[in-house]
């Protein structure tokens, strides 16, 4: 069995009175398309993602994408949802956005986009001028967020944020004030700490949206297995609501008529 397959994005349309080809296809649109594969292909985090080829083609601009056959099955059933129920609704929401950027630019420039992989049978889905793939705005409800992780970034020359690599969701950027960077006394960076934050979350699935989430506060955390407070809290526990119990009894209780 093949280890890899493609992906086609085949871009059809016309610049002025000329149908596009890759002699004339700008560079702007290319991009465009270049960083939206990779989320269409990867919505998680992408740190240790597989490598994706790329070659351009004539027949319109046909855009092929190589990269593992896992990768072009999972891909495939993301098209084989979205053509059977015609919304984007039920994507993850990063592979959601970059429909719906693929969206915008085909009505911008009145470009159609073909795609489907290279699997026999394959899926596929249009996106032009007439599609209307955008996700439902109402089910998605504001909401506040405890991450736990560790800093391994915090800035930004612009637009601060704060990067917190989580056991759970890989890594979290936090939109963060300047201002609150500024003034923190000890450095942050590669410390255990917790961080509160408010976004978007999708009120069925209850996906969060983590490209918006804007900070609120630091929280100290200790993420270390501590034994001896764990004993303290049992023994506590035996000398208080456990000390009058007898577990024969008790144990008898439970168990009612079971054993008779």
Do not use: C
């Not at 702007?28 to 990867?42: A, F, M, P, R, T």
């Not at 950027?101 to 290279?118: M, V």
């Amino acid at each position: 069995m093949e280890k890899h397959g493609q992906i086609e994005i085949k871009v059809s349309g016309k610049i002025g009175n000329v149908d596009i080809n890759p002699d004339n296809f700008d560079i702007k649109e290319l991009v465009s398309i270049l960083n939206n594969v990779d989320d269409l292909l990867y919505s998680g985090d992408k740190k240790n993602r597989p490598l994706i080829s790329y070659d351009i083609k004539e027949g319109s601009v046909r855009n092929i994408f190589k990269t593992g056959i896992q990768y072009i099955y999972s891909f495939n059933a993301v098209l084989g949802l979205i053509s059977h129920t015609n919304t984007i609704d039920y994507l993850d929401l990063t592979t959601a956005k970059a429909i719906e950027n693929l969206q915008d630019l085909a009505k911008k420039k009145d470009f159609a986009f073909d795609i489907s992989t290279s699997l026999e049978g394959s899926n596929n889905i249009r996106i032009d001028k007439f599609s209307d793939f955008k996700r439902t705005d109402v089910i998605w409800a504001e909401a506040e967020f405890y991450f736990y992780g560790k800093i391994t970034n915090a800035g930004g020359k612009d637009k601060a944020n704060i990067h917190l690599l989580t056991d759970e969701y890989g890594t979290v950027r936090i939109q963060t004030p300047i201002s609150f960077l500024e003034q923190q006394e000890e450095n942050i960076l590669y410390k255990s700490l917790g961080v509160r934050a408010k976004g978007n979350q999708h009120s069925e699935n209850g996906e969060i949206d983590f490209t918006n989430l804007e900070f609120i506060e630091l929280i100290d955390y200790n993420p270390i297995f501590d034994e001896n407070y764990l004993k303290k809290l049992r023994d506590k526990a035996k000398q208080s609501w456990l000390s009058g119990i007898n577990p024969d009894e008790w144990l008898r209780q439970i168990r009612g008529n079971y054993e008779s």
